[in-house]
T-cell receptor, first 111, second 112 residues
Framework: EAGVTQSPTHLIKTRGQQATLRCSPI?????VYWYQQALGLGLQFLLW???????NRGNFPPRFSGRQFPNYSSELNVNALELEDSALYLC??????????FGPGTRLTVT | QKEVEQNSGPLSVPEGAIASLNCTYS??????FFWYRQYSGKSPELIMS????GDKEDGRFTAQLNKASQYVSLLIRDSQPSDSATYLCAVNSWNTGNQFYFGTGTSLTVIP
């Protein structure tokens, strides 16, 4: 069974640009969570998608957005990048028993 | 008050000893509890989940949950150097829209 995949592994952007991060969940999982892990901080919940709909979002500004596609893969978009957006962005595939399985992450660096 | 609190450590134990990691949470309505291991530069890896009061054992790992005290712990028996990592406690509650809250993690070092 393939695990959670994320792309790209690394992404370097300049302030003000837009970043797009992608995630494919475990086959059969319909639910995807996005998290931000900034250096020295814990995982912060960003967004939850299930069955193609946004179900909940964390305490982040609207320039963090995303979507989930019919095949349950998901995309996270970050507009108007700021230096403090530099972090590891993790996608988690969520199963019916509430267990979450993380992808390898995308390291976003904003310069 | 943070939703999930962990002692940041670092916690050092000798090889073969028992490592004890603790976590408290603030939302009494929380239903699901998880322990993850995260190696430096890697993503979190699920170790155990626990949903009801008491102990749950899986190999060298034992999770303990006490909902009355809002306390979750993880015991690692016969600790190995490969167990050296940061351990994250996570809590889930439908009260907050099925949101997951993570602690900042406890750094564990197992000394050979």
């Amino acid at each position: 069974e393939a695990g959670v995949t994320q792309s790209p592994t690394h992404l370097i952007k300049t302030r003000g640009q837009q970043a797009t991060l992608r995630c494919s969940p475990i086959s059969g999982h319909t639910s995807v969570y996005w998290y931000q892990q900034a250096l020295g901080l814990g995982l912060q919940f960003l967004l939850w998608y299930d069955e193609g709909e946004e179900r909940n979002r964390g305490n982040f500004p609207p320039r963090f957005s995303g979507r989930q596609f019919p095949n349950y893969s998901s995309e996270l978009n970050v507009n108007a990048l700021e230096l403090e957006d530099s972090a590891l962005y993790l996608c988690a595939s969520h199963d019916p028993s509430y267990e979450q399985y993380f992808g390898p992450g995308t390291r976003l660096t904003v310069t | 008050q943070k939703e999930v609190e962990q002692n940041s450590g670092p916690l050092s134990v000798p090889e073969g000893a028992i490592a004890s990691l603790n976590c408290t949470y603030s939302d009494r309505g929380s239903q699901s509890f998880f322990w993850y291991r995260q190696y430096s530069g890697k993503s979190p890896e699920l170790i155990m989940s626990i949903y009801s009061n008491g102990d749950k054992e899986d190999g060298r790992f034992t999770a303990q949950l006490n909902k009355a005290s809002q306390y979750v712990s993880l015991l690692i028996r016969d600790s190995q150097p490969s167990d050296s990592a940061t351990y994250l406690c996570a809590v889930n509650s439908w009260n907050t829209g099925n949101q997951f809250y993570f602690g900042t993690g406890t750094s564990l070092t197992v000394i050979p």
